[in-house]
């Protein structure tokens, strides 16, 4: 039972879109990430948040952004969607001692842009 | 350089073999080693955690660090169809984000 939760699943939209991928979890994780995951390729992170109001750039955060004005939620916009940001997005948390516990991944979002 | 490297495969394997999954990393600072487990059309979950080196066992599943080689192995004993899945290294330095590896897909043939 998944405790993180993204939407939309699977999203397919046009070049020069503005769009938020929307993720949100119920356990009161102070820390939240995005990752982006290509088929046979690592996850690049791409933003990540320690707690409300804190907000760090990885190593594709350039063409993003994201806020966390609460601590439940980390949604993640794309101001102009290119055929490039085609690829599946995944959101997680993690408690304090993440090295006990890891990360709680939401099931991903799958985003085409045409 | 990558930091993380991790041959993505696929491997096949009949049913009740051994699988053997390695990782190498560059980043000498790293103390926290993962493994996740990831299905079709899921997010990853968290496989086995070790701290520093040295080996952790839960069930079938052994886990290995060598900091000495910046090696670390994940061991399968008995493998199950349902075993089936993508698994990926991942590590960090403590309070920094995971670095994950791009994933090992495994098949196990019944």
């Known amino acids: 039972e998944a405790d993180i939760y993204q939407t939309p699943r699977y999203l397919v939209i046009g070049t020069g879109k503005k769009i938020t991928l929307e993720c949100s979890q119920t356990?009161?994780?102070?820390?939240m990430y995005w990752y982006q995951q290509d088929p046979g390729m690592e996850l690049h992170l791409i933003h990540y948040?320690?707690?409300?109001?804190?907000?760090e750039k990885g190593d594709l955060s350039s063409e993003s952004t994201v806020s966390r004005i609460r601590t439940e939620h980390f949604p993640l916009t794309l101001e102009s969607a290119r055929p490039s940001h085609t690829s599946q997005y995944l959101c997680?948390?993690?408690?304090?001692?993440?090295?006990?516990?890891?990360?709680?991944f939401g099931s991903g979002t799958r985003l085409t842009v045409v | 350089q990558k930091e993380v490297e991790q041959d993505p495969g696929p491997l096949s394997v009949p049913e009740g073999a051994i699988v053997s999954l390695n990782c190498t990393y560059s980043?000498?600072?790293?103390?926290?080693f993962m493994w996740y487990r990831q299905y079709s059309r899921k997010g990853p979950e968290l496989l086995m955690y070790?701290?520093?080196?040295g080996n952790k066992e839960d069930g079938r599943f052994t886990a290995q660090v060598d900091k000495s080689s910046k090696y670390i192995s994940l061991f399968i004993r008995d493998s199950q169809p349902s075993d089936s899945a993508t698994y990926l290294c991942?590590?960090?330095?403590?309070?920094?984000?995971?670095?994950f590896g791009k994933g090992t897909r495994l098949s196990v043939i019944a």
């Open positions: 997680a948390s993690s408690a304090p001692q993440d090295f006990n516990y890891g990360y709680t």
């Open positions: 991942a590590m960090n330095k403590g309070n920094t984000p995971l670095v």
């Open positions: 070790t701290y520093s080196s």
């Open positions: 948040s320690y707690g409300v109001n804190s907000t």
């Open positions: 980043n000498s600072a790293f103390q926290y």
């Open positions: 356990m009161g994780h102070d820390k």
